[in-house]
Nanobody
């Protein structure tokens, strides 16, 4: 079982940047596809981006393509989400999650371990 802890959220003005971090426990982190999801106020959890076990493949939601970048450092058991050109619509709780499925999934149901989330608020 992998334990996940997110950090780096906060309040930022539109057009600004934030970098989220996800720290994972366990020696098998490099066997997991890792993703970021978010849950805007009053809405369901939605896919943001995911990265393969070795970092060689990524997937992004259309709404964040060109603005967000996911990366990982397996030696440090870390995954990062660099968020640029932030918009008020990006306001949400951001969650890190992992899965053992053999593809870069964007489905909430595929992910069995989740962090507690970190709040990102973008002001206009």
């Amino acid at each position: 079982q992998v334990q996940l802890v997110e950090s780096g959220g906060g309040l930022v003005q539109a057009g600004g940047s934030l970098r989220l971090s996800c720290a994972a426990s366990g020696r098998t982190f490099n066997r997991y596809v890792t993703a970021w999801f978010r849950q805007p106020p009053g809405k369901e959890r939605e896919f943001v981006t995911a990265i393969s076990e070795n970092g060689g493949s990524t997937r992004y939601a259309d709404s964040v393509k060109g603005r967000f970048t996911i990366s990982r450092n397996n030696a440090k058991n870390m995954v990062y989400l660099q968020m640029n050109s932030l918009e008020p619509e990006d306001t949400a709780i951001y969650y890190c999650a992992v899965t053992r499925v053999a593809y870069v999934s964007d489905s909430v149901g595929d992910f069995g371990s989740w962090g507690q989330g970190t709040q990102v608020t973008v002001s206009s």
